[in-house]
């Protein structure tokens, strides 16, 4: 999976919990900074997790080195 396709399934997840989180903190009767306040954070912290899952490393494999035979 390329990075455009980690970012854009991040970026669908971050709206998504975006707007359940502001819509649970609604429900406790706080007012709207606060909402979007803490369904930024969230979905941020959601989008990170994401594209660190699904993005390719780019660090180069690392040989295995040889097997030593001491006697």
């Known amino acids: 999976m ?10 669908v997840a971050l709206f998504v919990v975006w707007k359940w989180v502001a819509a649970r903190v609604a429900g406790y009767g706080r007012g ?5 306040l803490a369904g930024g954070i969230a979905g941020m912290l959601v989008l990170a ?5 699904l ?15 001491v006697r």
Not at 4 to 10: D, E, L, P, Q, R
Not at 49 to 53: E, M, N, Q, R, S
Not at 55 to 69: D, F, H, I, L, N
């Open 49 to 53: 997790a994401i594209v660190g899952v």
């Open 2 to 11: 390329n990075e455009m396709t980690a970012v854009g399934i991040g970026a």
């Open 32 to 36: 709207k900074v606060l909402q979007h």
């Open 55 to 69: 993005a390719p490393s780019r660090m180069p494999a690392q040989p295995v080195p040889a097997a030593s035979s």
